[in-house]
């Protein structure tokens, strides 16, 4: 696996938290995600571990696999729009906010 997948997952895994705090009630009294942002960022996360394309991934947009599915390509569209100012300074968002806008 290469750096970028992991680095991908931990900014994945943080929008998802900020977009659950925002929208959903769970987390506030859990500390956790919800079960249906648990299992968005456990999808996500298998996706990236699964690209074939690891190191020379590129942005998902443009890739010709459209791993996601249909359903959870709108909700994760949802959270990138939903937390993506927070990490618009950061070089790896906004690659990553490329993917699936
Ligand atoms: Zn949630």
């Excluded at 938290?17 to 009630?25: A, D, E, L, N, P």
């Excluded at 079960?35 to 996706?47: F, M, N, P």
């Excluded at 791993?67 to 300074?89: A, H, L, N, P």
Aim: with cysteine.
């Amino acid at each position: 696996m290469s750096a970028n997948i992991p680095r991908e997952i931990s900014i994945i895994g943080e929008m998802i938290g900020i977009y659950c705090r925002g929208k959903h009630s769970d987390i506030k009294n859990s500390g956790n995600l919800c079960k249906e942002c648990a299992s968005l960022l456990e999808y996500a996360e298998g996706k990236l571990r699964k690209c074939p394309y690891q190191e020379e991934k590129p942005s998902c947009k443009d890739c010709s696999i459209h791993c996601y599915s249909r359903e959870y390509r709108v909700t994760i569209r949802d959270v990138m729009k939903y937390s993506g100012w927070r990490f618009m300074v950061r070089p790896p968002l906004e690659s990553l906010l490329k993917y699936i806008s």
